[in-house]
């Protein structure tokens, strides 16, 4: 499921109706019409990292023209657009992460963009990876409409960085949508990171590979993320089978066969991964699958794609421990 056709929003049900666009040349003409801050919409985010109007606490409305949907569309977009910036700063400030610019060797007149780590991201022996899916989303983001509509612990990544962190990972953040940038003729791709799958293997290749020390490496991967890790895989599958012994899928949609992952990874893979599913039974539930080529698949404990890793939070935790426990131990049974 792309998450481009789950980002959806109103105060109460906007997902009914609203489709976001990933369009940056479309964005930047409309980016002038709206204010440049939270409080110039008339909200921010309180305590307790819900985004309330300033005067009535109200959540976020998105019908404020009833018969303008294409304005009303617009203006969540460039709401939106604050929620990256806005997340890139609590990943440095709240996530105590650092940013490292992309591709290391860039020239002066390229465009770039830029992931997150921990200062013990390349000398801690085990690290956590976090990918997130399609779209509109960004490094630090599960779903866009959650931060907007609930809140930045549901919808951000923070909890799960400083989950990590508590434990004694490392951490690192993809940014796996950040392709391209505006330029006065159109856009430019980002060397090495002009899709997602090119951002991860980018990634691997030089940061992973030669620049960190861990010998364990857990994947946090949402939705699309799925697919970006199994490409990973497939492309670095000697490294990248030596030093991950843990990955979470999010209602990945991934499929290890479709993919081209020989009969060996794909055992591999159902040895290390898990898959936690929107399903209406109990978190943690086994559910039954015809593929006998795939992950486990378990239940995140909620019926919407977007709050699966929310809702799965503390059993993606309980999972990498045990995989970490049996890894070291050698019990891989």
């Known amino acids: ?119 013990d991201a390349f000398t801690n022996e085990k690290i956590v990876i976090l990918i997130h899916g399609s779209g509109v989303v960004r490094a630090g983001q599960w779903a866009r409409r959650l931060i907007i509509n609930d809140s930045l612990n549901s919808g951000t990544q923070l909890p799960y960085i400083k989950r990590a962190k508590g434990l004694g990972y490392g951490v690192i953040v993809l940014n796996t949508n950040d392709n391209r940038r505006i330029v006065r003729d159109g856009f430019r791709r980002i060397r090495g990171s002009d899709t997602p799958e090119n951002h991860a293997n980018y990634v691997w290749k030089n940061i992973i590979i030669p ?24 492309s670095f599958p000697e490294s990248f089978q030596k030093r991950v012994f843990a990955i979470a899928f999010t209602d990945s949609p991934h499929s290890l066969v479709n993919q081209g992952l020989s009969q060996p990874v794909i055992e591999w893979f159902r040895k290390v991964a898990r898959n936690w599913v929107f399903s209406n039974l109990p978190l943690d539930t086994f559910l039954s699958t015809e593929d006998s080529y795939e992950v486990e698949c378990v239940s995140a404990g909620t019926q919407r794609h977007d709050l699966t890793s929310w809702m799965s939070f503390a059993s993606v935790y309980e999972f990498i421990d045990s995989r970490y426990r049996k890894t070291l131990s050698g019990n891989e049974l």
């Open 1 to 119: 499921m792309d998450d481009t056709q789950n980002e959806k929003t109103t105060k109460s049900s906007a997902e009914d109706h609203v489709i976001e666009s990933d369009d940056e040349l479309n964005y930047k003409k409309i980016h002038d019409e709206f204010p440049d801050t939270f409080e110039g919409f008339g909200y921010k985010f309180n305590e307790f990292g819900q985004l309330r109007h300033i005067t009535t606490g109200e959540s976020f409305e998105f019908n404020v023209k009833k018969d303008d949907q294409a304005y009303n569309q617009k203006r969540y977009e460039a709401l939106g657009e604050l929620v990256t910036d806005y997340v890139y700063e609590l990943l440095e400030k709240e996530g105590g992460l650092k940013k490292l610019t992309i591709p290391l060797d860039a020239n002066a007149d390229e465009p770039t963009t830029f992931i997150f780590h921990s200062d």
């Open 211 to 234: 620049k960190t020390a861990a010998k364990y490496i857990a994947i946090v991967a949402h939705s699309y993320g799925g697919i970006v890790t199994v490409n990973m895989c497939r």
